[in-house]
């Protein structure tokens, strides 16, 4: 098995499995230091944003003022050196209102395919993308429109 900063690619996965499961499922923010690092950074968009802890704290309790009852389901990872990608489904009730959307109380799922990188145990980027249409199409927020009509 590989090492790498005293870590291998198998504890990598456990590691990142752990804190979506557990840490950001079950909302353990008290739990964030063991998990993620004090100059953690989130990239989108090819931007990085070093938010830190105190930033990672914040996004999950952003999602979770959405779907309250939000659960992270890990369905496969792989690893490579410091890389772990991660498979999974967001399920959560639509509670609170979203990017303007009102909440409409319905279960949406949201799959996802999250990369993020540790470094001595700790997660210090995190990036990834996630498929909204069908979230969106769940809540409303669009609508398909037939043009054969």
């Known amino acids: 098995m590989e ?12 590691l990142v499995k752990q804190y979506y499961e557990e840490v950001v499922s079950k909302c353990q923010l008290d739990r964030v230091e063991s998990f993620v690092a004090e100059d953690y950074v989130e990239v989108h968009d090819n931007k990085r944003y070093p938010i830190g802890r105190a930033g990672a704290k ?12 939000m659960r992270l389901i890990v369905h496969r990872q792989i690893a490579e050196g410091e890389w772990v990608v991660t498979q999974l489904t967001m399920r959560g009730t639509h509670s ?3 990017q303007g959307i009102l909440p409409t109380g319905r279960t949406v799922e949201i799959s996802a395919v999250n990369v993020d990188r540790v ?3 700790q997660i210090v980027e ?5 498929n909204m249409l069908g979230p969106f199409l769940e809540i409303g927020a669009v609508k398909i429109v037939d043009k054969r009509d």
């Open 3 to 14: 090492k790498l900063g005293g870590m291998n690619t198998e504890s990598n996965k456990r």
């Open 58 to 69: 914040e996004h999950i309790l952003g999602v979770r003022s959405t779907y309250p009852d």
């Open 96 to 98: 609170g209102e979203w």
């Open 119 to 121: 470094v001595d145990g």
């Open 126 to 130: 995190h990036g990834g993308a996630a």
